[in-house]
């Protein structure tokens, strides 16, 4: 399988399911106090640390360009938070292009304090360096937090049977990077100034982070598992959610949250939006029965939520019923921003 697939030219975007899960099956863990290694679908790695679980996640900032130090923080805290931890400890490795101003760098680090700040994290090190061959600045962050070992929670512990739980809505992520990205493209495919203003504010209203969301409803002991979608959107949270419990999920698409400008923004540009970025929502599972309490809990820290379907046996495959016809699921082979940014894309 991974010689048919190495015959094959990478886009961007993450790499093909098949593709990485032939590359970590290839690791070995030579360290018997890792309790979560790599894996499709799972968020973060675990380490026993003593009377506390250390865990460990590493994301970089790429298609963004704007705020990337506070996206950096961001997005790796989210998955701290989803693994059922408290955000920590911060390491940037910021990559600048050669000729860029000192402004930018300046500009960066005071975007990564100002989060780390906001959500109670550490910086404690990283590297910066100048970097021939690169269009724009990136940023790969890796973010340490702690949990008590039985607090811990993974994607893949969600069993048949559980219904499945979505915090705020999808594309919160996308629709802020395209709004604040690429302003003149949606201007040309007719959005008004309204549309884009408010679009590009989704960085920070809904918002990208799901700590508190996370943390809302990790505190109730009635999650299953948790995940966050972020690149590849819903439908790729779903797939990486499926691959990591080997189960089903049915999905009623009507119940799934799609906020106005991100569905003017993806029509503009004739994008899906289950495809398009994702972080700002929590995707969870819970036994049946107990995603009442959990919403209410979410609901009091004025957290939107909704149950949008049930985990079924994996030969059921991925479905989702939409204006009352069942397909399955749409793939996508990249994230639907990444059309965007390739030489290929056809916008």
């Given at each position: 399988m991974i010689d048919d697939l190495s015959k094959k030219f990478l886009k961007a975007g993450k790499l093909p399911p098949d593709l990485l899960s032939n590359l970590?099956?290839?690791?070995?863990?030579?360290?018997?106090?890792?309790?979560?290694?790599?894996?499709?679908?799972?968020?973060?790695?675990?380490?026993?640390?003593?009377?506390?679980?250390?865990?460990?996640?590493?994301?970089?900032?790429?298609?963004?360009?704007?705020?990337?130090?506070?996206?950096?923080?961001?997005?790796?805290?989210?998955?701290?938070?989803?693994?059922?931890?408290?955000?920590?400890?911060?390491?940037?490795?910021?990559?600048?292009?050669?000729?860029?101003?000192?402004?930018?760098?300046?500009?960066?680090?005071?975007?990564?304090?100002?989060?780390?700040?906001?959500?109670?994290?550490?910086?404690?090190?990283?590297?910066?360096?100048?970097?021939?061959?690169?269009?724009?600045?990136?940023?790969?962050?890796?973010?340490?937090?702690?949990?008590?070992?039985?607090?811990?929670?993974?994607?893949?512990?969600?069993?048949?049977?559980?219904?499945?739980?979505?915090?705020?809505?999808?594309?919160?992520?996308?629709?802020?990077?395209?709004?604040?990205?690429?302003?003149?493209?949606?201007?040309?495919?007719?959005?008004?100034?309204?549309?884009?203003?408010?679009?590009?504010?989704?960085?920070?209203?809904?918002?990208?982070?799901?700590?508190?969301?996370?943390?809302?409803?990790?505190?109730?002991?009635?999650?299953?598992?948790?995940?966050?979608?972020?690149?590849?959107?819903?439908?790729?949270?779903?797939?990486?959610?499926?691959?990591?419990?080997?189960?089903?999920?049915?999905?009623?698409?009507?119940?799934?949250?799609?906020?106005?400008?991100?569905?003017?923004?993806?029509?503009?540009?004739?994008?899906?939006?289950?495809?398009?970025?994702?972080?700002?929502?929590?995707?969870?599972?819970?036994?049946?029965?107990?995603?009442?309490?959990?919403?209410?809990?979410?609901?009091?820290?004025?957290?939107?939520?909704?149950?949008?379907g049930e985990v079924t046996k994996s030969s059921n495959g991925i479905t989702r019923t939409m204006n009352g016809v069942t397909k399955p699921i749409p793939v996508?082979?990249?994230?639907?921003?990444?059309?965007?940014?390739?030489?290929?894309?056809?916008?």
């Open positions: 970590i099956n290839k690791l070995e863990n030579i360290d018997n106090r890792v309790l979560l290694g790599p894996g499709i679908g799972e968020d973060a790695a675990f380490i026993s640390f003593g009377s506390k679980t250390l865990i460990a996640k590493a994301d970089p900032i790429t298609f963004a360009t704007d705020r990337i130090g506070w996206y950096a923080i961001q997005v790796n805290a989210n998955d701290i938070a989803v693994s059922g931890g408290t955000p920590k400890w911060f390491l940037a490795t910021l990559l600048l292009p050669e000729s860029e101003p000192v402004s930018t760098a300046k500009d960066i680090f005071g975007q990564i304090s100002e989060a780390a700040s906001e959500i109670g994290v550490t910086v404690i090190g990283g590297h910066t360096e100048i970097t021939f061959g690169l269009s724009r600045p990136i940023i790969c962050g890796t973010m340490l937090g702690e949990s008590a070992p039985s607090e811990t929670v993974k994607t893949s512990t969600a069993a048949v049977g559980d219904e499945i739980i979505l915090t705020s809505g999808i594309a919160i992520e996308g629709t802020a990077i395209i709004a604040r990205e690429h302003v003149e493209k949606l201007r040309i495919s007719g959005l008004t100034e309204f549309q884009i203003k408010k679009a590009s504010a989704f960085i920070d209203s809904p918002g990208i982070s799901v700590v508190n969301a996370a943390k809302a409803a990790a505190s109730t002991g009635l999650v299953t598992s948790m995940h966050d979608p972020t690149e590849g959107g819903l439908s790729g949270a779903l797939v990486e959610l499926s691959k990591a419990s080997n189960t089903g999920m049915a999905i009623d698409a009507g119940r799934v949250h799609i906020y106005p400008e991100t569905e003017a923004i993806c029509k503009a540009l004739d994008l899906d939006p289950w495809g398009l970025i994702a972080s700002g929502a929590v995707l969870l599972t819970a036994k049946q029965g107990s995603s009442k309490k959990i919403i209410d809990r979410l609901n009091q820290d004025e957290l939107s939520a909704e149950i949008i996508f082979d990249r994230d639907e921003i990444a059309r965007i940014y390739s030489a290929d894309a056809p916008l």
